[in-house]
């Protein structure tokens, strides 16, 4: 509804939330002194770590409670000094009372902390402990010791406190002294709690305002002031909560006395239950207020009654229905001087904040259900108020309520992840009954003319306000699934439409709705007057194709509807009678003939309409429905054939019988019998469907039987293969094919299945090679049709089938309709159909006949790929071209057996020295074996391995990937071990190395406290000496190796290993030598 004028001009309303005049609804708050101006700096870090959330907490009577976020609002109490070099900061009204006071201090030098910090502190201090105040000091060194203050302020003004870092390093030891000494003057050792924090800047960097986890040396600063800060709220929360218990305790006590006074009880109860709600547990809070609200109505108030009462200029009649200054409540509360109408609004005020702080908005609607009736009943039974204006109250504060909660609860469900549609619904009904309570107010109201352009409070005396509030409360009766609810109140939004003439197309389709509602209930007479009065709303707008269609769908609909009247309004039936003439019977009379034609054996019917209205009738189509007797009429299986009559419109006489006959033209019928019980026609575009007396069945049969026959036969389905063929072949026997639709699919499960193209198909007549191509359509249920033309001569088609690049099992499906004559007779033609089925499996040209041997060894890696040849086709295999494929993080492919990475590389590779191709033929065996040599602890968390097998199939060269797990092989190679540096030099790095001399390497091994062998692993090299020396706790940790090189040119540099005493091997990591050494051209480390 795009019209919003009043609802949409409804305010939400501040008294409904928390006010910061009432000493806040959610948050504690933290009183602080700032000694040195350094807040601005820590407050911006401070506040990216609040709120504290998931405190844990017990009450006295010892039920757990948990505090999910605790917001924190800090107020910074300004000293004399202050004051008087800054007016301005003077506070404009009372700040919220602390829970927990925090003296902030930047100091540079000891002599500044003894004449200045230390008396200052000392002295609040002493007061803090003298009020039992929860206090917390924070030290904040800046880093501005070797600076003087002024140049100190424009550097942070310029650059910030990044500036500091460098003077921080040498001046962070004056620092710890003063924060020592800080310690030493006001630490308490018999108080459990330790009163002091500090955040400092860490060497050459600022962490005042950085971001956190960007220093995690630092974080633990911030953890443990928000540690000290949270136990010193939740110390003075409890402290203050036992404090007002016992006072509710012993005021509750008197409450039986005379001369009671409420007023007191109210006070501390009621700063309980902010306290509570500050500390964000509603339920607590709303609890309190809960009592307070009983036990104020068990009160006798007749002493109150010569209090203020309240008056029609007052603001809750002239501004907004809840324009109350809580404070003033508050304060009148307190002294006795608020009227029960005052205290009562109060206290819902509070309760429905409460709830909108929990996001709970139905319990805010039921509330306002219970509420709003009794307190507009007080307002009617106030004297001094006219009558009009309790009414006025209650349809502005319901209305108030609604709009409030839904922004409210489309703001807090647009802030989740994921919207609740339930929840939606839960808030609708409430929502619903809100704005019906606010209708019902609006209905008592006497006749009123409008008046534009007035304050929305105002407008609730309109009659558009009752326009609005009904068709918002129709849209939200809707969402909640009060479909019937909805129903009537668009009725009666339609019908002030019509009223006041505003729009009657959305009378229109505000009445259509009610009038589907209705249909769907079945209620026959509300239905009839609803459909009268739409037809009227048409009839005004002069569109009368639209009031013929919902005539003729009454029609449809009234000999099926139950009326507690036993006849129609005589008026309204007269219209309809004017409008339309119904078709009340079909006489059978010679209704159905099967006669056979030249070609084709088609049915013609012979239908006998009466008209009993007087005057003649229009049809635009009439169509009888037939199906084949022994199949259920679904969708998919029933045969529908319609008879259409000439173009020019065919007229039924008035108060007669006229014959209609129908020929048919289409397609042939399949033989068997069929049943007719279903008449249809159109009147005025509108369909109506009519049960013909008595089903009528007929039989079509063949005079001869088809003898077609669908076969099939395929080629073997190999990869890489892109198409294969599919042959069908049609053996017509003694039938002549007149015509066919062939329907070609695949069922598969796979999810890149063997598909089958549109074009490539070819068709050979019976001793004709010549191959004529079948072109194909693609159906919207994905099969493949292909248009047979008529044949004499039996024929096969060649179909080509897409294979999948995937092992797969699959069904090719072929249909066939189609239409014949027997050689015979081409006279008489019938309609056939048969299917054939033919299950596939498209495999790869080879595959593993055993698993994969991947066996990890202490740097080494051994592969053995068992393959074995399909037992289709023989295959040609190219060893040498096979490749170890190596992908990291998805990144480029790298074959490892021609080029290397630094963690792997080849160590023995027999697939190189075979030059020839192997031609291997169908189910012969092969296997593919290498060793590598591998680094397992740098293999990246990534990496994705494969043998790769290039081959040949009918001359198409191909390959094949075998998943190799190189980290499953790192993960089981062996548990993880410590590691030990191994650092390996060479002492003839000066000299020319060539092969046959010997070179002589030193070996450093980290000490342990057991003993070890250190052995030459590398293959390039041999040892000259010792191959394997002994490593004790006693004995040194440096050796030396005499090698000699076994190759020319540039060899691997020689790798040792660590063994333990029981054979396992110690992890190691080598340094210093460079990957390779070069002979005869030097080597240098």
Not at 271 to 290: E, F, I, M, N, P
Request: glycine content about 4%.
């Amino acid at each position: 509804m795009g019209d919003r004028s009043f609802y949409g001009s409804v305010p939400q309303l501040p008294q409904l939330k928390s006010a910061p005049s009432s000493a806040g609804m959610s948050g504690v708050s933290v009183h602080f002194e700032d000694h040195g101006d350094v807040w601005q700096f820590v407050l911006p870090s401070l506040d990216e770590r609040l709120p504290l959330r998931n405190i844990a907490w017990k009450n006295h009577l010892q039920v757990n409670k948990t505090i999910d976020r605790l917001y924190i609002h800090f107020h910074q109490v300004h000293t004399q000094a202050q004051l008087l070099k800054q007016p301005s900061a003077m506070p404009t009204g009372v700040p919220p009372t602390g829970l927990v006071f925090l003296f902030v201090v930047k100091c540079e030098d000891l002599a500044t902390y003894k004449t200045k910090i230390k008396p200052a502190l000392s002295a609040w201090v002493d007061r803090m402990n003298l009020l039992k105040n929860e206090w917390l000091v924070l030290y904040v060194p800046l880093g501005t010791q070797a600076t003087s203050s002024t140049t100190a302020a424009t550097t942070v003004a310029s650059r910030g406190l990044s500036a500091f870092g460098t003077s921080f390093r040498d001046s962070s030891k004056v620092y710890r002294r003063i924060f020592e000494k800080l310690r030493a003057d006001f630490g308490d050792k018999n108080d459990r709690l330790d009163r002091l924090c500090k955040i400092e800047v860490l060497e050459g960097n600022t962490v005042v305002g950085a971001a956190p986890g960007q220093q995690p040396q630092h974080e633990a600063q911030w953890s443990e002031l928000l540690l000290k800060l949270k136990t010193c709220i939740m110390e003075a929360f409890e402290t203050r909560c036992c404090e007002y218990e016992e006072e509710l305790r012993l005021l509750d006590a008197k409450r039986s006395l005379s001369g009671w006074d409420f007023s007191s009880f109210f006070q501390v109860k009621e700063s309980l239950a902010l306290l509570y709600s500050q500390t964000s547990l509603y339920d607590d809070a709303l609890r309190h207020y809960d009592e307070l609200e009983a036990i104020f109505m068990t009160l006798d108030h007749t002493a109150l009654n010569d209090l203020p009462v309240l008056e029609a200029s007052d603001a809750i009649f002239s501004s907004s229905p809840f324009e109350i200054d809580l404070v003033v409540v508050r304060m009148s509360i307190a002294v006795n001087a608020a009227s029960p109408l005052h205290v009562r609004l109060y206290l819902f005020c509070r309760q429905v904040a409460i709830l909108y702080q929990r996001h709970d908005y139905v319990a805010v609607c039921a509330r306002s259900l219970l509420f709003l009736p009794q307190f507009l009943l007080l307002l009617q039974l106030t004297k001094s108020l006219p009558p009009t204006l309790p009414l006025q109250w209650a349809i502005g504060a319901a209305v108030a309520l609604a709009v409030s909660c839904e922004s409210e609860f489309e703001q807090y469900q647009v802030s989740r992840p994921k919207a609740d549609q339930a929840q939606m619904t839960l808030i609708a009904a409430p929502l619903g009954e809100l704005l019906y309570f606010a209708r019902r107010a609006c209905k008592r109201l006497p006749p009123t003319s409008p008046t534009p352009g007035r304050h929305w409070y105002t407008l609730c005396l309109q009659p558009e306000a009752l326009h609005q509030v009904t068709y918002w409360a129709s849209v939200h009766y809707a969402t909640a699934g009060r479909l019937r609810f909805a129903a009537f109140l668009s009725a009666e939004c339609a019908r002030y439409d019509v009223a006041s003439a505003t729009s009657i197309d959305r009378a229109a389709s505000l009445y259509l709705k009610h009038v589907h509602q209705l249909q769907l209930d079945q209620w026959g007479d509300a239905l009839e007057a609803s459909i009268a009065a739409i037809v009227d709303v048409y009839r005004s707008n002069k569109d009368a194709a639209a009031a013929a269609t919902m005539c003729l769908h009454w029609l449809q609909l009234e000999p099926s509807i139950d009326r507690l009247r036993k006849e129609s309004d005589k008026g309204l039936h007269t219209l309809w009678l004017d409008t339309l003439a119904p078709v009340t019977t079909v006489p059978l009379h010679d209704l159905l003939h099967v006669l056979p034609t030249a070609s084709i054996a088609l049915p013609t019917m012979v239908l006998r309409i009466r008209n009993r209205l007087l005057r003649p009738l229009p049809l635009e189509k009439i169509a009888v429905v037939f199906r084949l007797a022994n199949k259920e009429p679904t969708a998919d299986e029933a045969t529908h054939l319609s008879f259409v009559l000439p173009s020019e419109t065919f007229v039924l006489a008035g108060n007669a019988v006229t014959s209609v006959t129908l020929h048919s033209d289409g397609s042939p019928l399949t033989p068997g019998p069929y049943v007719a019980s279903l008449m249809t026609c159109s009147m005025a575009n509108q369909l109506l469907s009519l049960d013909l007396d008595t089903p009528l069945i007929f039989d079509v049969l063949p005079l001869y039987a088809s003898s077609l026959v669908l076969s099939a036969e395929a080629a073997p389905l190999l990869t890489p293969q892109m198409t294969v063929g599919w042959t069908l072949r049609v053996e017509l026997n003694d039938d002549v094919l007149e015509s066919g639709s062939l329907a070609l699919f695949v069922q598969s499960t796979e999810k890149d299945p063997t598909t089958i193209p549109l074009d490539g198909h070819v068709l050979r007549y019976d001793g004709d090679d010549a191959a004529i191509p079948v072109e194909g359509q693609r159906a919207a249920t994905g099969k493949l049709t292909l248009a047979l033309p008529r044949s004499t001569r039996s024929f096969a088609i060649a179909i080509a089938v897409c294979l999948s690049p995937q092992d797969s099992q699959a069904t090719l499906c072929a249909e066939l309709s189609y239409t014949y004559a027997h050689h015979s007779d081409s006279t008489l033609v019938y309609m056939s159909s048969t299917a054939i089925d033919h299950a596939f499996a498209v495999r790869h040209a080879m595959q593993l006949r055993a698993e994969m041997a991947c066996v990890p060894r202490s740097h080494q890696l051994f592969l053995h790929v068992p393959l074995v040849c399909n037992d289709v086709a023989p295959i040609e295999v190219d060893p040498s071209a096979s490749a170890l494929i190596v992908s990291t993080d998805g990144g480029n492919e790298l074959n490892v057996l021609s080029e290397s990475l630094p963690w792997i590389e080849v160590a023995f590779n027999p697939l190189r020295q075979m030059e020839r191709h192997l031609r291997l033929r169908p189910g012969s065996p092969f296997s593919l074996s290498f060793v590598l040599r591998v680094e397992w602890a740098r293999i990246p968390p990534h990496t994705s391995a494969a043998v790769r097998v290039a081959y040949v199939l009918h001359g198409q060269s191909s390959s094949l990937d075998f998943p190799v797990d190189l980290v499953g092989a790192a993960a089981v190679h062996r548990p993880s071990q410590p590691r030990a540096t191994v650092r390996v030099s060479c002492l003839n790095e000066r000299e020319w190395l060539v092969q046959g001399k010997v070179v002589e390497f030193q070996v450093d091994v980290p000490s342990s406290d057991e003993t070890r062998f250190v052995r030459l692993a590398s293959n390039a090299w041999a040892c000259a000496g010792k191959a394997s020396q002994l490593i004790t706790p006693e004995t040194t940790t440096t050796l030396r190796f005499k090698l000699l090189p076994l190759r020319v040119g540039s060899v691997l540099a020689p790798t040792f290993e660590l063994v333990r005493a029981d054979g396992s091997l110690v992890d190691i990591d080598e340094a210093a030598l460079p990957p390779y050494l070069v002979l005869g051209t030097g080597a240098s480390s």
